[in-house]
């Protein structure tokens, strides 16, 4: 069987269009996550978080975070209350805010889902602010 031009010309317009649908369809159903929901106030204090950045670099003691035995080890070395973030870029609702107020601290491992995490540390020390992160992999 033989297409005169005009059917091949409405196969190939057809076709063009159920892919353009699903294109759109695609793209109306995603859901884009923000790494914040008020960033544009967060840059806005960009500069104080790249200072407190340089301040703990500074330091002659970093804190530390270390996976043993099932759990996630943090020490702490300063005598103040912390506010420790683990933020997963893949999946915003395995993300956790804790505030500890102790050198050495512990989180079991089965409270985290598998994936990449980064620690997100901030403390005050002598009415300065300091901040500190490191990458860790949940297995």
């Keep these: 069987m033989k297409l005169n031009w ?10 063009f269009m159920a ?8 793209s109306t159903s995603y ?3 923000l790494i914040r929901e008020d960033y544009y106030e967060a840059a ?3 500069q104080d978080h790249i200072d407190a950045t340089n301040r703990s670099k500074k330091l002659s003691t970093q804190p530390t975070l270390i996976i043993q035995n099932k759990k996630l080890n ?8 912390a506010d420790i973030q683990f933020y997963n ?15 050495n601290y512990s989180w079991n491992l089965d409270n985290f889902k598998s994936g990449q ?5 901030y403390w005050k020390l002598n009415k300065m602010n300091y901040y500190w992160e490191q990458e860790f992999t949940v297995p």
């Design 44 to 46: 806005q204090t960009h």
């Design 89 to 103: 870029p893949s999946n915003k609702s395995a993300d956790q805010n804790h505030t500890i107020d102790v050198e």
């Design 19 to 26: 892919g353009i649908l699903t294109l759109v369809y695609l």
């Design 117 to 121: 995490y980064i620690a997100k540390c």
């Design 6 to 15: 005009g059917w091949s010309i409405t196969f190939v317009y057809v076709i």
């Design 74 to 81: 943090f020490t702490f070395p300063y005598n103040t209350t």
């Design 31 to 33: 859901q884009p996550e």
